[in-house]
T-cell receptor, first 111, second 114 residues
């Protein structure tokens, strides 16, 4: 399966703390993307990291990719209540076009 | 720019009824997609269109048909709705088909089939 699997399924933290979510996969990939979904809304793209990259930053977001371990992590620093959402990793397998989404991590940030 | 728009936002159908979900994008994107999202299942690809005039099946196409009406519009049709098609449906678009491009999502259509 080319589907990524997020871990943990749910995460609850206090405002100001850092949140880390992980994504593991089983096949070789071209790239990996992270998306956010607020309750009742569509998905919003956060970061795309290519297979030859190890780390990318965007504001308070930091994504790492370890292709040897077939895993990626998303770190949100200094979390805010507005970060409460579900976070999905999506992978594009090597030689494929399709973006395959995992089941997501539900993050709750408590004010 | 409105981005990706979907209509309707909510719909209730009886088993056997038909309906068409509409999707439009104003970003001049070549590729468009239809997904369904069920609790605990993540997003699953129903159909996609690489470019105007082409459509292909995704992971779960049974019970659905699509039309790429023009570059902007991509519709999803349920010919004979079944309770198993109760789900939230998302349309998305991207500059091109390959997964190196981010996808832009619409707000979704929440469909209930009774």
């Amino acid at each position: 399966s080319q589907q990524g699997e997020e871990d943990p399924q749910a995460l609850s933290i206090q405002e100001g703390e850092n949140a880390t979510m992980n994504c593991s996969y089983k096949t070789s990939i071209n790239n990996l993307q992270w998306y956010r979904q607020n309750s009742g809304r569509g998905l919003v793209h956060l970061i795309l990291i290519r297979s030859n990259e190890r780390e990318k930053h965007s504001g308070r977001l930091r994504v790492t990719l370890d292709t040897s371990k077939k895993s990626s992590s998303l770190l949100i620093t200094a979390s805010r209540a507005a970060d409460t959402a579900s976070y999905f990793c999506a992978i594009t397998g090597a030689g494929s076009y399709q973006l395959t989404f995992g089941k997501g991590t539900k993050l709750s940030v408590i004010p | 720019n409105a981005g990706v728009t979907q209509t309707p936002k909510f719909q209730v159908l009886k088993t056997g009824q038909s309906m068409t979900l509409q999707c439009a994008q104003d970003m001049n994107h070549n590729s468009m997609y239809w997904y369904r999202q069920d609790p605990g299942m993540g997003l699953r690809l129903i159909y996609y269109s690489a470019s105007e005039g082409t459509t292909d099946k995704g992971e779960v196409p049974n019970g659905y048909n699509v039309s790429r009406l023009n570059k902007r519009e991509f519709s999803l049709r349920l010919e004979s709705a079944a309770p198993s098609q109760t789900s939230v449906y998302f349309c998305a678009s991207s500059e091109a088909l390959w997964g190196s491009y981010e996808q832009y999502f619409g707000p979704g259509t929440r469909l209930t089939v009774t």
